[in-house]
C-alpha cells in the first residue's frame, strides 16, 4: 500500500507536456465545464442566501449593484437563526443548539476514534499477541455488515439502554472504526523496529513508547483518519434522526432538513443561508487540508 | 535466550518464569488495547445482526409481543410495495452505477494526459463528495424546483418546455416521445424523471470520489508498459482498451462492489428531495424500510425487509465476483 506522506503518483509518464492541439482545446473545454458544473450548486446557494425572497424566486441572478438595486442581504442569516425557533431549555436559538450538538458528537466521536483504533492498531502492528491475525480478520469481516441491515434492531438497543434522545446515542456506538484501525494500522506496520529496540534500552516499555514515539510518527494517518471521521459524522442524518426526539437534539443536518420540511420550502433565501451556514465551515476546511482528504480516500479504496 | 554458559536448572528455571510473566503481561497489556474497539464493533456491530434476526421473527412493539417465526418474511414477500421497492432500487442502481463509473474513468483518462490545473480540478470536483448531504440535497431541490427553479429558468430560456422534474412520475422516454407528438406505452417509456433526476444528483456527488481512485490507480500503471505497447504500435483507442483498463482492473472492480453496495442503501438525498414520492416513483427499499420504522413502528416487519434487501446484495456481490471478478487482471 502506498503510504499516505508520499504524494500521490499521477503522472508516472516523464515526457514533456504535449503542445496545445484541438483535441486539446476540446479536453479543457470539457474539464472546465465539468468543474464549473460541481461548484455551480454552492455558489448558487451562497448568492441565494444574500438575495431577497423576490429575487430569489424569479431567478433574478444578479439582483445586486452595477445591474440591480438590491443591496446585500445579510440580513437572511439573523432571519433564518431568528425563524428556525429557540431552544427554551437552554435559552438559545435552536440553530446555535444544533452546531453545539453537532460539534459535540463530532468531537467526542474523533476523538473516541483516534484512541481506539491508535491503540487497536498498535496492538495489531507491534504486539507479538497470539491469534492476533484472527482479530484483525474479524475486524475487517465487521465491514461487510451493511448499515441498513442493523439500523433496526440498533434503534431498538438504544430504547433498552435508555440511551434514546441523548449524546450517548449519538457517539457511543461509533467510537470504533475499521478503516481508522486498518489505516493506522499500515502506517505503523512501517515505523523500523529498530526504533522499539532502542526505546526498550532507555527503559520505555509498550506504552510510553506508543504514545511518545508511535503517536508523534503518525500524524498523517491519524490526521487522515480525523478528518474522513470528522465529515462523516457531520454529514450524518439517518442516524440521528431516528434517535432523538427532541428539537434541542438535533444534530445541524436533522436541524437543516426539518427546516426545509416546516419553512424552508417557501422560504428559500432563509433555507439558503441555514444550507450555507452548515456548509461553509466544512468548505473552508476542506480546501485547507484537502491533500488529507484525497490521500485518506485513496487509502481506503486501493488495498494491497 | 539463556546462554549456553553453565547455568545452573534452578536459575534458568526462575529466568523463564520471569519471562513468561512479562510475556503474560505483554499479552494482557496487547488484548487491553484492543479491547475498546473490539467491544464497540462487538456490541454494535456483529450482536445487531443477531439481534436483528430476533427481532424480525417477532411483532415487535419495545419488546417481543409475540414470535412469529418467518411470518414478516412471507408478509414481505406478498407484498407488492416491497417488490415495487425493489425494482426502484435495482433500476437506480443499474443506471446510476454504469453512468458514474463511466464518467469517473472518462474524467480521469482525460486528467490523467498531463493536463496543467489537474490538482485544481480535483480539489473542484471533490467539492460535493465532501459536503453535507442533507445541505446540497436541499439546494439541488432548490436548482429542480418547477416553478422557481433555476433548471427551468435556463429551459425557459432556451425556449424549451419546463419540466416537473423531482415531482415527475412519467417515464424520460415517455416525456421524449411527447416532444415530438408521440405517446409511448406504460412499459416503454422508461424510468421516472423523479429517479432519474436523483440519479444526475447522485453522480454530481460521486464523480468526484471516482475520479480520484481511478487517478490514483491509473498511476499504478507502470509507465514501461506503456512503452512497450507503443513500440508494438499501439496508440489510442487500442492502447486504453489493451493496456490502462486491464491494468486498471482492479481499482474499477472495487469501485463497482463498494457504488453496487451503496447505492443499494442510498437513503439522506432521496429522504431529503423526494421521501420516496412522487406515487412511490422513488421510493427504494432502503427509504421503505426506513418508513416502515420511523412512521409505522414496524420494528419486525422493517428488519425482516433489511434481511431481505441484505440477501439481494449478497447475491449480488457474489455474482459480481464470480463473474466481474474472474476478470480482473492481478499483477
Known amino acids: 500500500m502506498a503510504t499516505i506522506t508520499q504524494p500521490v503518483k499521477t503522472q508516472t509518464v516523464a515526457t514533456p507536456r504535449p503542445p496545445l492541439s484541438l483535441a486539446r482545446i476540446l479536453i479543457y473545454t470539457f474539464l472546465i465545464i465539468f468543474a464549473i458544473a460541481s461548484v455551480t450548486p454552492f455558489v448558487y446557494m451562497v448568492m441565494n442566501s444574500l438575495k431577497t425572497y423576490g429575487s430569489t424566486i424569479t431567478n433574478n441572478l444578479w439582483p445586486w449593484p452595477p445591474f440591480g438595486t438590491e443591496a446585500l442581504q445579510f440580513q437572511n442569516y439573523p432571519d433564518a437563526i431568528k425563524e428556525a425557533g429557540i431552544d427554551r431549555s437552554w435559552n438559545i436559538p435552536l440553530i446555535y443548539r444544533y452546531f453545539l450538538n453537532s460539534l459535540i458528537t463530532v468531537s467526542l466521536t474523533v476523538a473516541g476514534v483516534i484512541l481506539t483504533s491508535v491503540m487497536a492498531a498498535y496492538a495489531l502492528a507491534n504486539m507479538d499477541l497470539p491469534g492476533k491475525n484472527w482479530v484483525f480478520l474479524f475486524i475487517l469481516a465487521t465491514i461487510m455488515v ?90 450524518s442524518f439517518k442516524w440521528p434522526l431516528l434517535v432523538t426526539k427532541d428539537a434541542n437534539m438535533r444534530v445541524l443536518a436533522v436541524g437543516l432538513q426539518q427546516f426545509v420540511q416546516s419553512e424552508g420550502g417557501t422560504e428559500t433565501h432563509l433555507m439558503m443561508a441555514f444550507a450555507t451556514m452548515v456548509t461553509l465551515p466544512i468548505i473552508i476546511l476542506y480546501f485547507f487540508t484537502q491533500k488529507y482528504f484525497q490521500q485518506g480516500v485513496i487509502s481506503t479504496g486501493i488495498k494491497g | 535466550m539463556a546462554t549456553g554458559t553453565a547455568v545452573n536448572s534452578v536459575s534458568v528455571k526462575g529466568e523463564t518464569s520471569v519471562r513468561r510473566q512479562k510475556r503474560l503481561r505483554e499479552v494482557a497489556l496487547g488484548y487491553a488495547l484492543l479491547a475498546p474497539a473490539l467491544l464497540i464493533l462487538l456490541v454494535f456491530q456483529v450482536f445487531p445482526v443477531f439481534y436483528g434476526l430476533y427481532i424480525s421473527a417477532c411483532d415487535w412493539r419495545l419488546t417481543c409481543r409475540e414470535f412469529i417465526g418467518f411470518g414478516n418474511y412471507t408478509r414481505a414477500f406478498q407484498d407488492s410495495e416491497m417488490w415495487h421497492s ?14 458514474q463509473l463511466g464518467l469517473g474513468l472518462f474524467i480521469a483518462y482525460l486528467l490523467f494526459q498531463k493536463i496543467r490545473g489537474q490538482q485544481a480540478f480535483r480539489v473542484l470536483v471533490f467539492l460535493p463528495y465532501i459536503t453535507s448531504t442533507v445541505a446540497s440535497a436541499a439546494i439541488w431541490s432548490q436548482l429542480y424546483s418547477p416553478d422557481k427553479g433555476l433548471i427551468n429558468a435556463a429551459l425557459k430560456g432556451i425556449g424549451l418546455q419546463p419540466l416537473k422534474w423531482l415531482g415527475e412520475t412519467q417515464g424520460i422516454f415517455g416525456l421524449m416521445a411527447k416532444t415530438v407528438g408521440l405517446t409511448l406505452p406504460g412499459w416503454a417509456s422508461g424510468p421516472p424523471l423523479a429517479l432519474v433526476s436523483l440519479i444526475i444528483y447522485t453522480t454530481w456527488v460521486f464523480v468526484g470520489y471516482d475520479i480520484t481512485i481511478f487517478l490514483a490507480g491509473l498511476g499504478n500503471i507502470p509507465a514501461d508498459l506503456y512503452d512497450a505497447a507503443k513500440v508494438d504500435g499501439a496508440s489510442g483507442w487500442r492502447l486504453f482498451r489493451y493496456v490502462t483498463f486491464p491494468l486498471l482492473s482492479p481499482t474499477t472492480f472495487f469501485l463497482l462492489i463498494f457504488t453496487v453496495i451503496g447505492t443499494f442503501q442510498a437513503f439522506n438525498h432521496i429522504y431529503v428531495m423526494t421521501q420516496g414520492g412522487p406515487a412511490d416513483a422513488t421510493k427504494t427499499a432502503s427509504i421503505l424500510i426506513f418508513e416502515q420504522y420511523f412512521q409505522f413502528n414496524r420494528a419486525g416487519y422493517s428488519a425482516a425487509l433489511s434481511f431481505i434487501l441484505f440477501a439481494v446484495i449478497l447475491v449480488l456481490t457474489v455474482i459480481q465476483n464470480r463473474y466481474a471478478g474472474s476478470r480482473v487482471v492481478y499483477d
Open chain 1, 146 to 235: 451493511p448499515g441498513d441491515l442493523t439500523l433496526v434492531p440498533k434503534v431498538v438497543m438504544m430504547f433498552q439502554l435508555k440511551w434514546y434522545n441523548t449524546y450517548a446515542a449519538l457517539i457511543i456506538p461509533f467510537l470504533a472504526s475499521v478503516f481508522g484501525i486498518f489505516l493506522m494500522r499500515q502506517f505503523f506496520l512501517q515505523i523500523p523496529r529498530d526504533l522499539f529496540d532502542a526505546a526498550l534500552i532507555d527503559g520505555a516499555g509498550h506504552l510510553t513508547y506508543l504514545f511518545r514515539i508511535v503517536v508523534p510518527l503518525s500524524r498523517p494517518a491519524i490526521v487522515t483518519t480525523a478528518l474522513l471521521n470528522f465529515i462523516w459524522t457531520w454529514d
Open chain 2, 86 to 99: 425493489l425494482g426502484v432500487t435495482a433500476t437506480y442502481a443499474l443506471i446510476s452505477v454504469p453512468i
